[in-house]
């Protein structure tokens, strides 16, 4: 989510935390959104249309007796009209459904929210359509592993930016860069919740903005690498809503909900 979003570090860290029935509730939307991605995937083809996909992610999620989150979301005056985010190849996040066909070569990031009896989870995937070149492989495999050493880092006695750290250092190391504009948040009773998890370890001057807040079990955090190929800048697209790299190269993004522990946080959205 945008890093603007966020009020300045007032909620204490102990607010953050869920009680077990909370996390019952959690986890059945983030099932719902993992069973919603993993359905995707088979359809996931040169030739089909990104608002096919989103109809059908929102057939799913209304036959669960769920909603989608992003439907009817607000963000400033504009309300988001789908129920997934469809970003392909140089599109980094909150790309729009549309009658744009996906083709071969092309990686496509779903990104899915779901309200299940006023409990959220949300999730997101780059998938390839068909044969990919070497380095979008490469994008993948490493955004996909910076996800899950970032999951590694949230833990009881970490804070957010031993997160961050893990992220973009794996990130750096493989020689792709990680957005500064898009972060990933605290999540359940709300879609997006305190704390923001950059991606980044945030300079000085911007740290009150991410305040590097103590990781206590029971928390549920949303962990989202957003990796470009590139150079990190990203632009906003006309439509106000669709980020996209500034050079042009291909960025990915994996996302799951997670459990905070004292050693091996729970992935509520694997599939
Ligand atoms: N998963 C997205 C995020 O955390 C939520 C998109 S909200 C929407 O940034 F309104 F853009 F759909
Ligand atoms: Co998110």
């Not at 945008?2 to 959690?26: D, H, M, N, Y």
């Not at 990104?111 to 009896?117: A, H, L, M, T």
């Not at 380095?135 to 050493?149: D, P, S, Y």
């Not at 893990?166 to 359940?188: A, D, K, M, W």
Request: charged share 25%; hydrophobic share 35%.
């Amino acid at each position: 989510m945008r890093k603007t979003r966020f009020a300045q570090g007032s909620l204490s860290p102990t607010s953050l935390v869920k009680t077990s029935e909370e996390l019952k509730l959690i986890e059945q939307a983030c099932r719902i959104v993992a069973d919603t991605l993993a359905l995707l995937e088979k359809y996931i083809k040169p030739g089909i249309e990104t608002i096919e996909l989103d109809k059908i992610a929102e057939d799913f999620i209304l036959s669960n007796n769920a909603k989608p989150a992003f439907k009817g979301y607000k963000v400033d005056n504009k309300v988001y009209k789908n129920t997934l985010c469809i970003s392909i190849d140089e599109e980094v996040v909150h790309g729009i459904p549309s009658s744009r066909v996906l083709k071969e070569g092309e990686i496509v990031s779903l990104d899915c929210g779901v309200n299940k009896d006023g409990y959220f989870g949300d999730s997101a995937v780059t998938y390839p359509v068909g044969k990919i070149s070497p380095e979008k492989e490469r994008l993948l495999e490493v955004t996909q592993k910076a996800l899950e050493l970032g999951i590694e880092a949230a833990v009881e006695g970490n804070k957010v930016y031993d997160i961050s750290r893990t992220i973009q250092n794996y990130v750096e190391r493989n020689g792709f860069s990680v957005n500064r504009e898009l972060v990933g948040h605290g999540i359940g009773r709300k879609l997006h919740e305190e704390p923001p998890i950059p991606n980044f370890v945030p300079p000085l001057l911007a740290r009150r903005q991410f305040p590097n807040m103590k990781l206590i079990s029971n928390m549920t955090l949303a962990i989202e690498p957003m990796v470009n190929m590139g150079e990190y800048k990203v632009v906003t697209k006309d439509d106000g809503w669709t980020v996209v790299t500034a050079d042009g190269k291909p960025s990915a993004h994996f996302e799951h909900t997670i459990i905070v522990t004292k050693n091996k946080p729970i992935v509520l959205t694997y599939r």
